[in-house]
């Protein structure tokens, strides 16, 4: 199984420059964030009162299990189930679209509330950080609407298998992303 | 369903997954004020959790435990990295 391979890249070459690109991308706003937050914490912590960390904390399950899902699925094409493969790939897009209907939610809330990207500099990183996060969700939701067609089309070639394992590492650096957003924006003091 | 695929590591790990992101939220919420923990040590506990969270995610849901070694080092030094860069820009912030 490939899996067992000590030198396997899982998916393209290429898939992996974005995800580490992205990975540095993000570990400079994680960072920037911190270092901004240093200098005026009352301003971060009065506005951080004002997110539900309910919302993040469940948007995190959410994609956590959508990531399990996404394992599950890239092993059901490795034994070559594509059928079930499909299947698992669309429960992760069901915790993928829950996680968007949170955020829209959640914004909206906010928005109603006249707390906007403008209201503060804390304000501003949310927006800019969990907008940039949410635009990841939502090509990682075509993405994987693209494997769930490829899985429940054929058997697999190596190429597909490729094609599945690069949808697969890029889904799991959304929820990657997030896993470190969350305590940042929602719950650290 | 299918039992072989559920024995998975992966499964185990999404578990304690779940269970550590469980015990942040509680750790997080209110402040953490109720817990007795200074307000330092919670948010370098919630810093650590995400960050072993995140190694587990990228280890054993991204393959890369199987990846070639140079892979395995930048993803680890990554994580390492920005974990220990963060917590030192939180210990030494200026108006702390």
């Known amino acids: 199984m490939v899996s067992s391979s000590k030198n396997h890249v899982p998916g393209e070459v ?9 990975m540095v991308v993000f570990g400079l706003f994680f960072l920037v964030f ?3 937050r240093g200098f005026d914490i009352e301003l971060y912590t009065q506005s951080q009162k004002a997110l539900n960390q309910n919302y993040g904390a469940f948007n995190t399950l ?3 299990a959508s990531s399990w899902f996404v394992v599950m699925a890239v092993e059901s094409a490795r034994a070559d189930h594509g059928r079930r493969a499909a299947k698992y790939f669309g429960l992760a897009l069901l915790c ?3 996680f968007s209907v949170v955020k829209v939610v959640e914004y909206s809330e906010k928005l109603a509330a006249g707390l906007t990207i403008t209201s503060n500099e804390f304000f501003m990183y949310y927006y800019i950080f969990t907008g940039l996060h949410f635009l990841h969700v939502v090509i990682g939701m075509g993405v ?3 494997l769930i067609v490829k899985t429940r089309a054929h058997t697999f070639s190596r ?3 490729v094609a599945v394992e690069s949808g697969a590492s890029f889904w799991h650096l959304v929820d990657l992303l997030w896993i470190v957003l969350f305590p940042l924006l929602y719950l650290m003091k | 369903m299918n039992t072989e695929l559920i024995k998975h590591p992966a499964t185990l790990v999404w578990t304690l ?3 550590a992101t469980a015990i942040s939220w509680w750790l997080g919420a209110d402040g953490g004020t109720v817990k007795s923990l200074t307000i330092p040590t919670l948010t370098i506990a919630l810093i650590v959790i995400a960050f072993i969270k995140v190694r587990f995610v990228i280890h054993y849901f991204m393959e890369i435990r199987h990846a070639p070694l140079a892979l395995r080092l930048v993803c680890d030094a990554w994580v390492i990295g ?6 030192g820009l939180y210990w030494f912030a200026p108006t702390s």
């Open chain 1, 62 to 64: 959410l994609l956590l």
């Open chain 1, 14 to 22: 290429g898939i992996w420059v974005l995800i580490l690109g992205d």
């Open chain 2, 82 to 87: 920005v974990c220990v860069a963060i917590i």
């Open chain 1, 144 to 146: 994987l609407i693209f």
């Open chain 1, 96 to 98: 993928g679209s829950g």
């Open chain 1, 159 to 161: 190429q597909d298998m």
């Open chain 1, 34 to 36: 911190v270092y901004y």
């Open chain 2, 17 to 19: 997954l779940m269970i």
